[in-house]
C-alpha cells in the first residue's frame, strides 16, 4: 500500500479540528453522535468473562442461572457450588456450572503510526478514530459493561485497564486525547505487546488505517481471537486515500519515515493506485472476517453517527 501524501497535508490543509486543541478534545464525545446510537446496544457475538449482571453470554458459577454443566471439584473450588444430589448417587463430588447474562470488557485499541496524522479535507485519521472510539466507549459505560484503552504508539503505549463505572469514561478520554501520531510501529507487534495485558475475554475493538504488513497483523489479531476475545477492525481511511482524486503535479512525502518525498502526476498513477488500493481493502476484509471478526470501513468525510449506527444496527441483527 503506498504511504506517500501531499506534502501540506497535514501542515496547514486540514482544519482546525484535525490539529488537536482543546476545542476537539472537549467534542470527543459528540452528543449528537450519542443521539443517534444512544438507543443502540454494543454486544457480544462470543462467550465473555464477567462479574456482574448484564447482556452478554458467560459461562459462570452461580445458583439463580441457566443449568450449563458438571465439572469434578478440585482445590480451591467453592463448596457451596457442590452439587449433593449427584454426591449422594456417586459418592463423587461435582461442581455445578451454569450460564448466565454477564457484563463485557471491552478493550478500544488506537492506532498512533505516522500515517494516520494523514488529514487534507477532513479531520486527521487519528482524530475521527478518536472520536469514534470516545463515543463507543460512552456507549459500553452506559450499558454497564467495562472498558479499557490502549494507545498502540512506538514509544509511548498506554495502557488504561477496563473499568465498569461512569466516572471512569474520564480516564479514557484523557489517554484518547494524550494520543499522538509518531513515525513508524508495526502494527501487529504493538497489538501483540499489549495482549497479555487483557486479562478477560472481551470485546477488542482496532481503530486504524491498518497500512504496513497484513501478515503481521492478522497474526496478531489472530492471537486475540485465539485466546476468546471478539474482534471488530474499525478500518479508518480518508477520502483521498480511498479515490486519489489529485489532478495536479503534486509532491508527496511519507508519515511513516522522515525525509522521504516523491514528486508524480497523480493522473499517470492513478489506475495502478486504484487497483492497489482495492486489493488492500479486499485482503484485510477478508483477513478480518475469515478469522469470524466484524470490518467496518470508516472514511473520515462520512457522518460518524451514520457509520456507527450503521455497524450497531446489523451487529444487533446478527446477535
Known amino acids: 500500500m503506498i504511504s506517500f501524501f501531499r506534502d501540506k497535508a497535514t501542515r496547514d490543509a486540514a482544519p482546525p479540528a484535525a490539529r488537536g486543541g482543546n476545542s476537539f478534545a472537549a467534542e470527543l464525545v459528540d452528543p449528537r453522535v450519542m443521539d443517534q446510537i444512544g438507543h443502540l446496544e454494543l454486544i457480544s457475538r462470543t462467550v465473555v468473562d464477567g462479574l456482574l449482571a448484564g447482556k452478554h453470554r458467560s459461562t459462570t458459577k452461580g445458583g439463580c442461572c441457566e ?126 505487546s499489549v495482549i497479555p495485558r487483557f486479562k478477560r475475554r472481551g470485546l477488542f475493538v482496532l481503530f486504524s488505517d491498518c497500512f504496513g504488513d497484513l501478515e503481521a497483523l492478522g497474526k496478531a489479531l489472530r492471537i486475540v481471537r485465539a485466546r476468546g476475545h471478539d474482534v471488530v477492525v474499525m478500518h479508518v481511511m480518508a477520502p483521498e486515500e480511498v479515490h486519489f482524486d489529485f489532478r495536479r503535479w503534486s509532491s508527496f512525502r511519507c508519515l511513516e519515515v522522515s525525509g522521504q518525498k516523491i514528486s508524480l502526476d497523480p493522473a499517470a498513477v492513478r489506475d495502478e ?29 462520512h457522518d460518524l453517527s451514520e457509520t456507527l449506527g450503521w455497524f450497531l444496527r446489523n451487529r444487533m441483527a446478527r446477535a
Not at 485482503?283 to 468525510?301: C, H, I, P
Open 67 to 192: 443449568f450449563a454443566q458438571h465439572r469434578q471439584y478440585a482445590p480451591g473450588d467453592e463448596i457451596r457450588q457442590i452439587d449433593w444430589q449427584v454426591y449422594a448417587r456417586n459418592d463423587r463430588y461435582f461442581i455445578r456450572q451454569f450460564e448466565e447474562e454477564t457484563n463485557l470488557h471491552g478493550i478500544l485499541a488506537v492506532d498512533t503510526s505516522g500515517s494516520m496524522r494523514f488529514g487534507l479535507s477532513t479531520v486527521s485519521k487519528l482524530d475521527y478514530a478518536k472520536q469514534a472510539a470516545a463515543c463507543i466507549g460512552r456507549l459500553l459505560l452506559r450499558q454497564r459493561d467495562a472498558v479499557g484503552a490502549v494507545v498502540l504508539n512506538e514509544s509511548r503505549s498506554l495502557f488504561v485497564p477496563p473499568r465498569q463505572h461512569a466516572a471512569h469514561l474520564q480516564a479514557l478520554l484523557s489517554a484518547l486525547q494524550a494520543a499522538e501520531a509518531s513515525e513508524g510501529g508495526n502494527l501487529g507487534q504493538l497489538i501483540q
Open 273 to 301: 493506485y486504484l487497483k492497489r488500493v482495492k486489493t488492500f481493502l479486499d485482503q484485510l476484509e477478508e483477513l478480518v472476517t475469515g478469522l469470524g471478526g466484524d470490518y467496518v470501513r470508516m472514511t473520515t468525510n
